[in-house]
């Protein structure tokens, strides 16, 4: 009986492959205030200077290609980069048994910042729905939702009713990404534009109620923005 830590070629140039996720959870979408924007790095805009969304998720990732299941959720702003709008994550988070893969993955492979928390829920009862993410023992996210309608009737989404399309709703979206070297400083920093298409199967609308609330300075104990 022997072993290796030796991987196959052919087996390691297929570990991403076509990457997949099936999951279920929340989204939220929103308009903030245009001061948002001085969370951005330029040379980054505001996708809508005038009505700025932010955008926030949580979900259960039930099945993916590349690891166990894990959960995973985020906060962030629409932005522009020349003609090309996608997220701007302010925080990515994930939890549960296959989260250092996929931190791991994403974050070496792609340039996603994504980092450990230590809790994270998704649920719902009946017309109810919750969501929350911790870190550090601050609840960093949380959402209660009133399902049925949106906040505002004017509001709608391209991925409604998807459940009466046959394979679903395919939207195509992306993230706003910088990658760089540290070698003495900063190196060859550069944004990347990150497609993530999504097939949805089920939409239901809701009413949102969110609060954020900063991290902490481990070093002063003082929030950081």
Not at 17 to 44: A, C
Request: aromatic content about 12%; glycine content about 10%.
């Amino acid at each position: 009986m022997g072993s290796s830590f030796f991987i196959p070629v052919e087996k390691l140039a297929n570990f991403i492959g076509d990457g997949m996720m099936s999951s279920e959870g929340i989204h939220v979408l929103g308009v903030t205030d245009p001061s948002m924007k001085r969370l951005l790095p330029p040379p980054l805009e505001l996708a809508d200077p005038d009505n700025p969304t932010f955008y926030t998720y949580v979900v259960n990732i039930r099945e993916s290609s590349f690891g166990p299941w894990y959960m995973e959720g985020s906060i962030g702003l629409l932005a522009r980069y020349g003609e090309r709008i996608g997220l701007y994550f302010l925080s990515l988070q994930l939890s549960g048994p296959g989260a250092l893969m996929a931190v791991f993955t994403g974050r070496e492979g792609a340039g996603l910042p994504k980092k450990l928390c230590e809790h994270m829920v998704v649920e719902r009862t009946d017309t109810y729905g919750h969501c929350c993410i911790e870190r550090n023992g601050v609840r960093l996210l949380d959402v209660e939702l009133e399902i049925g309608q949106y906040n505002h009737p004017a509001f709608h989404q391209a991925q409604e009713n998807c459940q009466a399309t046959p394979g679903g709703i395919v939207t195509e979206g992306g993230c706003l990404l910088h990658r760089y070297r540290l070698d003495d400083g900063f190196k060859d920093m550069e944004f990347v534009y990150y497609d993530s298409p999504t097939r949805y199967y089920s939409w239901e609308p809701a009413a949102a109620t969110v609060k954020l609330t900063s991290s902490m300075s481990i070093s002063e104990g003082k929030p950081l923005w």
